[in-house]
């Protein structure tokens, strides 16, 4: 059986050469090739620019069909964080 997809986050820097140095080991995943994406720290992206890209991924056109709307203003309590 082929092991799920599993993401994990790790942080380092490229030198000169162009060789990627990792802060920590790795201990999540085992041996064997793995893929890396790579986005600069000055590129994170705020909450709102997550939510618009959430928002216009088709993968979630099918929170738009009306049968989806099970709930309404009315249902739930609601959260107020006091910290």
């Not at 082929?2 to 802060?23: C, F, M, R, S, Y």
């Not at 090739?33 to 986005?39: A, F, K, W």
């Amino acid at each position: 059986m082929e092991n799920p997809l599993q993401a994990v986050e790790l942080i380092g820097t490229i030198d000169e050469k162009g060789q990627l140095h990792l802060d920590a080991p790795i201990s999540a995943v085992g041996q064997g090739r793995v893929r890396v994406i790579l986005i600069p720290e000055e590129a994170e992206i705020g909450e709102n620019e997550w939510l618009k890209a959430a928002a216009s991924n088709p993968a979630f056109d099918f929170l738009k069909d009306p049968d989806e709307d099970i709930y309404t203003l009315d249902d739930g309590k609601p959260f107020n964080d006091q910290r």
